[in-house]
């Protein structure tokens, strides 16, 4: 298995999960939101067009993303396969994703949807914090770091997402959440997707996960 789609609202879980999976594959980690922040603080015309959306909690246009994501999908280190975390969000990036593997004579072989409900995912995100120097994902209560302040990893120091402030929040949740569901319907219907409950604590979450991995797509509790 190579191709892994990471679905989930903002705040479910991808980015935590996301280095679990690549570790046990062997696999680079794609993560759509990096590559955007990534762009913005260079301040590209890219970036600067990205955070305009980013923001404002809204999806940057289909055409963008795609090009961006699919430009990064055919470097030489996603040849073995990758996790792709944040990408497709919406059918017509998901369309566009099977269209660009199959050309490759590849396919998404799994896609895991981290299910959590939206008032547990507002409050996460009002105590994520986020490493300056590699975006290593941390929580004041879920998941917090030896050292407050500081990147367990890299000794870096912790910040809060500018997007992650409550009313930026509720509007990702607004605007991001019907897509979504959208994609994952996708999946269901291509044969591929597993249903993973997000509730439960991280490591659980992982576990579940990894099984996934290795089980008929369904529902793994
Ligand atoms: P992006 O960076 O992808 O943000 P997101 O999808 O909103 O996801 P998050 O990174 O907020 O959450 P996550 O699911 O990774 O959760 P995390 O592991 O951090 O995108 C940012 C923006 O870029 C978008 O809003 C959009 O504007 C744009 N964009 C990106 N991709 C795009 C695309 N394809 N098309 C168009 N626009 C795009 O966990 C959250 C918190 O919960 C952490 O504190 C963590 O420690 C904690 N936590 C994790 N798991 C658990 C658990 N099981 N129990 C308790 N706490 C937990």
Redesign the pocket.
């Known amino acids: 298995m190579t191709v892994v789609v990471l679905l989930?609202?903002?705040?479910?879980?991808?980015?935590?999960?996301?280095p679990i999976l690549a570790g046990a594959l062997g696999v680079p980690i794609l993560?759509?939101?990096?590559l955007?922040?990534a762009a913005a603080a260079a301040g590209t015309p890219l970036g600067r067009e990205?955070d305009r959306?980013?923001s404002r909690?809204?999806?940057?246009?289909?055409d963008t993303?795609v090009r961006v994501?699919l430009d990064r999908l055919e470097k030489p280190d996603a040849r073995v396969g990758a996790i792709l975390?944040?990408?497709?969000?919406?059918r017509v990036?998901a369309v566009a994703l099977d269209r660009a593997l199959a050309e490759a004579d590849r396919r998404v072989d799994r896609a895991i949807f981290?299910d959590?409900a939206v008032e547990d995912?507002v409050q996460?995100?009002s105590?994520?914090?986020?490493c300056t120097a590699n975006g290593h994902?941390?929580?004041l209560?879920?998941?917090p770091p030896v050292v407050e302040g500081i990147c367990d990893l890299d000794g870096s120091e912790l910040a809060q997402?500018p997007?992650?402030d409550e009313a930026t929040v509720r509007a990702?949740m607004t605007e991001?959440i019907p897509p979504l569901l959208e994609v994952v319907d996708h999946y269901r219907k291509a044969g591929v997707l597993q249903n993973v409950d997000?509730?439960?604590?991280?490591s659980?979450?992982s576990e579940r996960m990894l099984k996934a991995l290795e089980t008929a797509p369904g529902r793994v509790d």
């Not at 975390?85 to 919406?90: A, H, L, V």
């Not at 105590?127 to 986020?130: C, F, K, L, S």
């Open positions: 989930g609202a903002p705040g479910a879980g991808k980015g935590t999960q996301a993560a759509s939101g990096d955007l922040r990205a959306y980013m909690g809204q999806l940057v246009p289909d993303i994501f975390d944040g990408f497709p969000r919406t990036q981290i959590v995912l996460r995100m105590n994520r914090r986020i994902v941390y929580n209560k879920s998941n997402r997007d992650d990702r991001q997000g509730r439960e604590p991280i659980a979450v």
